[in-house]
């Protein structure tokens, strides 16, 4: 059974700064990308940013400037660093992960997280 677990979500004010934060527990035989998605209200669910196992990282371009992703392979951790926050950021920001729970290739899932809430407004 593989969890992944977000914190750091609140409400902020415009020009604020919030690190998202979600780990991964359970039987985990490698993790691969890990990714923050984000969905608001009456809009399409959106990537927001995406870290290869390798560290290899890839940003919307709204975002770009702003956020930066990071993980700690080791702490089965990966963090969103919002900065410069804007309304348009507010929604439902959940972590996902691929996920392989054993050694053979079928043993493969994309995992979510329950996802936390960002809300920037004055």
């Known amino acids: 059974q593989v969890h992944l677990v977000e914190s750091g979500g609140g409400l902020v004010q415009p020009g604020g700064s919030l690190r998202l934060t979600c780990v991964a527990s359970?039987?985990?035989?490698?993790?691969?990308?890990m990714d923050w998605y984000r969905q608001a209200p009456g809009k399409e669910r959106e990537l927001v940013a995406r870290?290869?196992?390798?560290?290899?990282?890839t940003l919307v371009d709204s975002v770009k400037g702003r956020f930066t992703i990071s993980r700690d392979n080791v702490q089965k951790t990966v963090y969103l660093q919002m900065n410069s926050l804007k309304p348009e950021d507010t929604a439902v920001y959940h972590c996902?992960?691929?996920?392989?729970?054993?050694?053979?290739?079928?043993?493969?899932?994309?995992?979510w997280g329950q996802g936390t809430q960002v809300t920037v407004s004055s």
């Open positions: 359970g039987t985990i035989f490698r993790l691969n990308d």
């Open positions: 870290i290869s196992s390798s560290g290899a990282t």
């Open positions: 996902t992960a691929d996920i392989q729970w054993a050694g053979h290739a079928s043993a493969r899932k994309h995992f």
